[in-house]
């Protein structure tokens, strides 16, 4: 029987460029397809960063390719290389499993012109067509929640109240989601951490019907936090609802919801070029049996998921919409306790004068 090719040769063989890149963005190694790409051998490109070889006309992709954990697929990219002309790839960016920071990226040229074929054409349709019937029913139940609005007493206000702002919040979530590939960050302002969180309590709670206990512990003096409320309320709902699906087969099923101010606490930001501090912290703990341990170093990825049904969006999200907003979230098992701990640290709201906020 003849012996199967090595991993080398079947990525010797690919017509597919296939680059290796380590955790400084640099070149580690390419496939012959892939020197043939850039025009170059390998012992030139060897040790060379990426961004002085090729040139995504989508800078975002740079920060991408910077923070090494963000899995890409991208149709259609303008790229630009050194005494080339300007060409459309189609690329995927993946992270290496195991070894933080190592990524591979492939490209080929791509057979649409002017940027998309029909088949991508119709892969932009889709969203847009399914997101306007999301939204359909959703203006009906916001036009049913106004009606009844007129003929419950003043107690009963704050329960239409509430389906009325989270459909709102939905559609713009869907908004979000439709220009996903092309939007920049949304805008941030000065928010309420307690309001946010009460809010996204609310919510959660008027959705479920168990005996969880959540105990809030919250720093009444905790200054205002930079960030978009509503990319937070939707952060915490996916917190706070994880956390009571995780500890519900617990004797005493409980989530603690607790605010503190960190004032050492600075994250290196090297997409953004600069330190950030990020002195305020917010953590959801809950005491399940905590995320399978085989996950654990990937719960943030997409389709990773500890649910039984679970499609593995919401903590990608969650994740997404913290860096969105220059903060940090860590994921932590204190298995001695039996606790799992949820913690995002963001940057603080700078008053007037600088001074921190009463």
Same mark, same amino acid.
Request: glycine share 8%; charged share 25%.
């Given at each position: 029987m003849t012996e199967a090719p090595s991993g080398e040769s079947q990525l010797a063989s690919l017509n597919l460029a296939v680059i290796l890149l380590d955790p400084d963005v640099k070149i580690a190694s390419a496939n012959p397809?892939?020197? @043939?790409f850039l025009g170059l051998g390998m012992s030139r490109i060897a040790g060379k960063r990426l961004e002085n070889l090729v040139r995504f006309s989508e800078l975002r992709l740079h920060d991408w390719l910077e923070r090494g954990d963000t899995p890409i697929s991208a149709h259609a990219v303008s790229i630009s290389m050194r005494n080339q002309p300007d060409m459309r790839v189609d690329l995927t960016l993946s992270p290496v499993t195991g070894s933080p920071g190592w990524q591979v990226l492939t490209f080929q040229e791509s057979a649409s012109v002017g940027g998309l074929d029909d088949d991508a054409g119709q892969s932009v349709r889709t969203p847009a067509i399914l997101a306007h019937e999301i939204k359909n029913p959703l203006a009906a139940i916001r036009g049913a929640a106004q009606l009844l609005a007129r003929k419950l007493t003043a107690s009963e206000l704050s329960l239409t109240g509430l389906i009325v702002d989270e459909v709102d919040r939905i559609a713009k979530l869907i908004d979000r989601m439709q220009s996903l590939g092309r939007e920049q960050a949304e805008p941030v302002a000065e928010c309420n951490l307690h309001e946010v969180i009460r809010r996204a309590r609310a919510v959660v709670g008027a959705a479920s019907d168990d005996r969880v206990q959540l105990v809030e512990e919250f720093d009444p003096s905790i200054p205002a936090v930079l960030g978009n409320a509503d990319g937070l309320v939707q952060v915490l709902i996916n917190l706070i609802s994880n956390a009571r699906d995780a500890c519900q087969s617990s004797q005493k099923p409980?989530? +603690? +919801?607790k605010t503190r101010f960190v004032s050492g606490f600075v994250m290196n930001a090297v997409r953004l070029g600069r330190s950030t501090r990020l002195p305020i912290q917010v953590r959801v703990s809950d005491n399940g049996p905590g995320v399978d341990a085989? $996950?654990? *170093?990937? +719960?943030?990825?997409?389709?990773? =998921? =500890?649910?039984?049904?679970? @499609?593995? $969006?919401? $903590?990608?999200l969650v994740k997404k919409l +913290?860096? *969105?907003m220059d903060g940090r979230i860590t994921h932590e098992r204190d298995q001695a306790e039996g606790w799992t701990h949820f913690t995002i640290h963001l940057p603080m709201a700078k008053p007037a004068g600088g001074k921190r906020a009463a």
């Open positions: 397809a892939a020197e @043939q409980q989530v +603690i +919801i085989a $996950l654990r *170093d990937h +719960i943030f990825e997409p389709f990773v =998921s =500890s649910k039984k049904n679970g @499609q593995g $969006l919401g $903590l990608a +913290i860096r *969105d």
